[in-house]
Structure formats: C-alpha cells, structure tokens
C-alpha cells in the first residue's frame, strides 16, 4: 500500500468530513430557513467530495476497507483535520468565521491539487473547485454583513475572528506525508499559499470594517492527531449507529 | 482524458431517454448530460455517470433507474460513477433547458451573468410564471445542491434558478 499517499488524501478529506459533520448539526437549528439550507447544502457538498476521496483512499488501501469504515471507524487521534474545522458552532458568527476561514484556505487548495500528478486527485479537485466557489462567496458575504451591519452583530463577528484565528497557521503545516507528496509532485506545497490565503482574509475584513487580527500565537496538532476536545464529542455522534450496530447497513 | 465527447450507442438512447432525475421528474438523464458513455460489451451494457454536484443523492438513484430500465428492456448493466471530465450546465441540452422552465426553474445563465446575478444582484433570471426580469436573490443556496431560491417582484411567486456550473 502506499502509505504516504493513503494518509495524504485522508488528510484532505477529514478537513471536509469533520467541517460537513459540523454543518450539518445545523439542519433544523439554522438562524433562517434559508441560511439553514444553505449550511446543510454546503454540508451536503463536502460530503459528497469526502466520498470521492474514500473511495479513492480505500481502492489504495487495497484490503476489505471500504469508504465507510474510513470515515466512521478510526479513532479520534486518527482523524487528520486541522483543528479550525472541528471547532463548534459557538454561534452563527462562529459557524460563518470558521468557514470564510476556512474556505479561503479550501479555494486555494483545490486551485493547487487540480495540477497534481495524480489523475484522480486532479479530478477531484476540478470537480470540488467549483462548488467550494459558492461556498467561498456564501461565507464571505456574511462576514461583510455581520461586521459591517448593527454594533452587536459587529461586535460578535469580530469576537469569532479573534477566538478562531489562532487555528489558521495550521492550515500551512506540513506532515511528513504532506512533504512526501509535494516531492513527488503529487501534493500541494501550503506553505506558499499563506501569503496568498491572509491577503485575501484581510481584505474581505477590510471591507467589512473588521480588524484583522495581530495575535501570533497559533495552535496546531490536528493534522498529527492531536485535537481538542471538541473533536471527541463529534465523533461520538457521527459514530453512534456504527459503534451500535456494528456492520449496519441502510 | 480530455475528451468531452458522449459515447453512446444508439440503441440505448431511447431506453436511457425515459429515465430522469428523481429530483426534477421532467428532465431525462440524457438532457441533463449526465451519461457520458453507454456500450455494449460483452451482453452487459456499461453505463458512465458523472455527478452533478459531488454529494448529489440523486446520483445513486438515478444508477438504480438506469439499471433497472435496462434490466426491463433486458439489458444486463453495470453503472460506473466518473468524475472527469466534470460536469458543467453547458451539458444540459436546449430540450433540457426547456423542461426546467416548464417546470418552474429557471434554466443556468452564462458563468458571466450567473456571477452579477449571485453576486451583484442583477436582476436578469426571468421569472418562469410570468417571464418578468424584476426577480431577486433570495438565497445563494435552495432545495436541491444545484439550486438557488428567488422570488419574482412582479407577480410575487417564488421559485428556483438552476445555478451555472461551469
């Protein structure tokens, strides 16, 4: 098996399984039916791209492991996801902050992996690119509302750039399967989409009279396994049927 | 693999045509662009889909209809999902576009004016009950992946517009 490939692509994928797991927690709960939609639709779409990764990752794995059984029966230091996406929906400045941040990172990213030499990733990624756009301008547009609307709708998305902002370094680190990959022209080199990636997020602040925030102490670990504690809890309820049931079927 | 070409055997179409989206009952798979490959081999027909958006449930659906219209005209199928090329609207053919707007969603603009309509708020999707321009947003998002909601100002009925993917 090719380990370093395999644990590559899981490393892409969790980032959309864990952030689609956290949407989707908002079906029914969203502050409107349309914003709802919209997060359950968004969750929708990552879903589905963690699917074309699985069974990708479960072809190269090459035993009985299937889609599945990768996303539902590893456990928490397993899971490969940097630590902004696991992070809950405190509020819906939060949820909406946690995903401009993120989709930012996503757009820049798939840009990237389209070039990869691995044909399939490449796939993947030109067929992700387009919906993870209107994923980009959905957030990006409610960062603009929020801080540029009512003083308390200001104040709260400022507060969730703030609280999330020390989880945005680690979208640059690379693991040891990240630089195996680059080497081979198979991964994408993050660290050379940071410059790019905090220009774009600053100047979506800007415009919506919000402080980029100066804080240089930055937290990592997720994509080593090592989470907070919100993760544990998320799996638990993305887990629940499997570990209940084992070998369920729908 | 570049190609964009569809490769189908002519035979199958007819069958492939009376199968359509569960989602949008009046548009057939074929109109949709969907199967970019039906043959014959070997006594099995082997059928590639592409997905509309990634996470579509319609997609494995629409896989058991295609199997089972092909079991019925006896056919023996296998259905293969391929993600490249990926899928654009541009694949919706003219007949396609005509369902939709028959049916009451409004058919994909050109990338151009589907971004000043997403993004700028112009108002140029007609409305598909009265045909007014004087439509509006009112969320990027809708009831299907593949949709966004909005409203007409004249005649006040709200309705989708099938977002441009391209």
Redesign the interface.
Same mark, same amino acid.
């Given at each position: 098996m090719k380990e370093n490939l395999y644990n590559y692509i899981l490393g892409i994928a969790d980032n959309s399984l864990i952030l689609g797991q956290r949407l989707g927690e908002l079906t029914g709960h969203g502050p409107s039916l349309?914003?709802d939609?919209?997060c359950t *639709?968004?969750s929708?779409?990552?879903?589905?791209?963690v699917?074309?990764y699985f069974q990708y990752a479960a072809k190269i794995a090459g035993d009985d492991r299937t889609e599945d059984d990768i996303a539902m029966l590893r456990k928490e230091r397993e899971y490969k996801n940097v630590l902004l996406v696991e992070q809950p929906n405190t509020n819906f400045a939060y949820t909406m902050a946690r995903q401009f941040l993120f989709d930012v990172y996503h757009l820049e990213f798939l840009a990237e992996l389209q070039k990869s030499t691995d044909?399939?990733l490449s796939?993947?990624a *030109? &067929?992700?690119i &387009?919906?993870v756009s209107?994923h980009e301008?959905?957030s990006s547009?409610w960062i603009k509302r929020l801080g540029d609307g009512t003083e308390e709708s200001k104040a709260k998305m400022q507060d969730a750039i703030d609280g999330l902002w020390t989880y945005t370094d680690e979208l640059f680190h690379q693991t040891e399967a990240d630089k195996a990959m680059v080497a081979e022209g198979i991964g994408v080199d993050v660290t050379k989409l940071k410059d790019a990636y905090y220009a774009r997020v600053s100047a979506v602040l800007e415009e919506s009279t919000l402080e980029t925030p100066e804080s240089k102490w930055f937290q990592k670990g997720g994509k080593e396994g090592i989470h907070t504690e919100h993760l544990g809890y998320l799996l638990a309820e993305l887990q629940y049927m499997q570990r209940a049931y084992p070998n369920m079927e729908w | 693999?570049t190609t964009t070409e569809q490769n189908i055997d002519e035979i199958l179409i007819p069958i492939l045509e009376k199968v359509s989206d569960p989602e949008i009952p009046v548009l057939s798979i074929m109109d949709m662009g969907v199967v970019r490959s039906a043959v014959i081999e070997n006594n099995i027909v082997k059928v590639e889909i592409t997905?509309t958006?990634?996470?579509?449930?319609a997609m494995d659906v629409i896989g058991d209809d295609i199997k089972s219209a092909l079991k019925q005209a006896g056919y023996e199928s296998k259905v293969e999902l391929i993600?490249?090329?990926?899928?654009t609207t541009d694949w919706i053919t003219p007949r396609g576009r005509k369902a939709l707007e028959d049916y009451g969603i409004a058919a994909p603009l050109s990338a151009e004016a589907d971004k000043d309509v997403?993004?700028n708020d112009k108002r140029i999707v007609k409305c598909t009950n009265c045909g007014s321009q004087n439509t509006r947003l009112?969320?990027?998002?809708?009831?299907t992946?593949c949709k966004a909601?909005f409203q007409c100002d004249d005649c006040q009925e709200p309705f989708d517009y099938f &977002?441009c993917? &391209?």
């Amino acid at each position: 098996m090719k380990e370093n490939l395999y644990n590559y692509i899981l490393g892409i994928a969790d980032n959309s399984l864990i952030l689609g797991q956290r949407l989707g927690e908002l079906t029914g709960h969203g502050p409107s039916l349309e914003t709802d939609i919209a997060c359950t *639709n968004i969750s929708l779409d990552l879903f589905g791209q963690v699917r074309s990764y699985f069974q990708y990752a479960a072809k190269i794995a090459g035993d009985d492991r299937t889609e599945d059984d990768i996303a539902m029966l590893r456990k928490e230091r397993e899971y490969k996801n940097v630590l902004l996406v696991e992070q809950p929906n405190t509020n819906f400045a939060y949820t909406m902050a946690r995903q401009f941040l993120f989709d930012v990172y996503h757009l820049e990213f798939l840009a990237e992996l389209q070039k990869s030499t691995d044909l399939t990733l490449s796939a993947i990624a *030109n &067929k992700c690119i &387009k919906e993870v756009s209107y994923h980009e301008r959905f957030s990006s547009d409610w960062i603009k509302r929020l801080g540029d609307g009512t003083e308390e709708s200001k104040a709260k998305m400022q507060d969730a750039i703030d609280g999330l902002w020390t989880y945005t370094d680690e979208l640059f680190h690379q693991t040891e399967a990240d630089k195996a990959m680059v080497a081979e022209g198979i991964g994408v080199d993050v660290t050379k989409l940071k410059d790019a990636y905090y220009a774009r997020v600053s100047a979506v602040l800007e415009e919506s009279t919000l402080e980029t925030p100066e804080s240089k102490w930055f937290q990592k670990g997720g994509k080593e396994g090592i989470h907070t504690e919100h993760l544990g809890y998320l799996l638990a309820e993305l887990q629940y049927m499997q570990r209940a049931y084992p070998n369920m079927e729908w | 693999m570049t190609t964009t070409e569809q490769n189908i055997d002519e035979i199958l179409i007819p069958i492939l045509e009376k199968v359509s989206d569960p989602e949008i009952p009046v548009l057939s798979i074929m109109d949709m662009g969907v199967v970019r490959s039906a043959v014959i081999e070997n006594n099995i027909v082997k059928v590639e889909i592409t997905p509309t958006y990634s996470g579509c449930p319609a997609m494995d659906v629409i896989g058991d209809d295609i199997k089972s219209a092909l079991k019925q005209a006896g056919y023996e199928s296998k259905v293969e999902l391929i993600l490249h090329p990926a899928w654009t609207t541009d694949w919706i053919t003219p007949r396609g576009r005509k369902a939709l707007e028959d049916y009451g969603i409004a058919a994909p603009l050109s990338a151009e004016a589907d971004k000043d309509v997403l993004l700028n708020d112009k108002r140029i999707v007609k409305c598909t009950n009265c045909g007014s321009q004087n439509t509006r947003l009112v969320s990027q998002f809708g009831s299907t992946a593949c949709k966004a909601q909005f409203q007409c100002d004249d005649c006040q009925e709200p309705f989708d517009y099938f &977002k441009c993917l &391209k």
